[in-house]
């Protein structure tokens, strides 16, 4: 695939892959983005997954139709783009590396590697030339490791992204939800807790004048610009991005969950909005997370559990206070059949995050619904529309 005349995608798709990084469920497969840049000199952009290193360098050897690359630009260590680096130097003897300081100490520790005589370090405003096309290198500490570059091609104003403006999903399969579900899963899952650097990024970014952006996962995006911008900027300043209420909840027996129904309903009839829900025992709990940050208002719907909370909810919470949680509003519903103390401990849990307004109204069960508890679910919605 070309991206412009010059730069050719040389990436791969993975469908083998059941948890990237580990925790999150990828049904769509992944993608692991390459470019090359052909010019006078000519530029590979990052390398792969070890498990596509064959494909990879066929991939490349294609492209370069005979010519040989000058330039390795690694602007991530992560090793999904790092781990065939090693056989691309070995692969093409006279290559020059090009990434930051703390990338070539992250390529010794994690391939044993120094490639001392052919490196190249650069860091925030250093240019290459590779003939017709002028690349500038943007530092972007943090987002999300220490040691990434991004890099701006001037001539087809372009910007190679690193993770940033990524998504999970394969690129040869059709997302039925389009990009901004698993963009941003992806982001709160991965880069959530990096907003601050993340917006230094975008600030140093903003100046630039861009046609296309190239990240590291998923589509090369080439069409409405400023949507992705401003939806990355939203998103990074914990912006809310629309206005509604998620309710996650666990329930052992079901008078929990039929608490959270009975709230739903109450919502929907004064006209709420929008409304959604997880069972954060059955549904994927980072789906979860990025509906938390999505809406404006949470509900923490769980039952008391020795002494505690029940242990997704638990979870959940710390996935959340990780990522920097804040400028929302939490309200509580909480069951226990002799000592309810869900709600003091949830509160307890957020209490140190920045901007939160905790609701008046809680929902307090013991055991079952009754008369009580279901003229607090309705205080609980009223106030809540008071936002509306």
């Known amino acids: ?42 530029a590979v952009m990052d390398s792969v997954d070890a498990n596509f290193k064959d494909e990879w360098l066929e991939n490349v050897d294609k492209a370069l139709d005979g ?35 703390n990338a070539f100490k992250m390529l010794n520790n994690f391939y044993h590697e120094g490639f001392s005589n052919r490196k190249m370090v650069v860091g925030e405003g250093d240019t290459l030339s590779l003939g017709k096309h002028e690349l500038t290198f943007v530092t972007a500490p943090m987002v999300h490791w220490p040691e990434v570059i991004m890099t701006y091609d001037k001539t087809d104003k372009v910007v190679f992204s690193a993770d940033a403006f990524g998504k999970f999903g394969a690129n040869d399969v059709e997302d039925p939800e389009g990009w901004a579900c698993e963009a941003r899963r992806y982001y709160f899952g991965i880069v959530g807790k990096y907003g601050a650097q993340v917006q230094n990024v975008l600030k140093k970014v903003s100046g630039l004048d861009i046609n296309i952006i190239c990240p590291l996962h998923g589509p090369v995006l080439d069409e409405n610009l400023s949507y992705y911008l401003e939806t990355y900027d939203t998103w990074s300043s914990y912006g809310v991005e629309t206005k509604g209420v998620f309710i996650a909840y666990t329930s052992v027996y079901g008078n929990t969950k039929k608490a959270v129904e009975e709230l739903v309903e109450a919502l929907k009839k004064k006209g709420c909005p929008r409304v959604e829900v997880a069972d954060l025992a059955r549904d994927d709990m980072f789906e979860s997370v990025e509906d938390a940050f999505r809406h404006d208002t949470l509900i923490l719907a769980t039952t008391t559990y020795n002494g505690e909370i029940f242990p997704f909810m638990n979870t959940f919470i710390d996935h959340l206070t990780e990522r920097g949680y804040k400028n929302r509003t939490i309200g509580f519903v909480e069951n226990g059949s002799w000592a309810p103390a869900a709600a003091r401990v949830m509160h307890k849990k957020l209490e140190d995050s920045k901007d939160i307004t905790f609701l008046e109204n809680k929902v307090t069960i013991t055991s079952a619904l009754n008369d009580d508890s279901r003229k607090q679910i309705d205080a609980m919605a009223d106030e809540i529309m008071k936002n509306y």
Do not use: C, W
């Open 1 to 42: 695939m070309r991206v412009t005349d010059d730069i050719i995608y040389v990436g791969v798709n993975d469908h083998e892959v059941d948890l990237f990084e580990g925790q999150y469920e990828v049904p769509l497969g992944m993608a692991y983005n390459s470019y090359l840049i052909k010019d006078e000199k000519i």
């Open 67 to 101: 010519a040989k690359p000058t330039y390795l630009i690694v602007q991530h260590m992560e090793p999904d783009h790092s781990a065939n680096v090693v056989a691309f130097m070995k692969a093409y003897p006279e290559t020059i590396m090009v990434a930051s300081a």
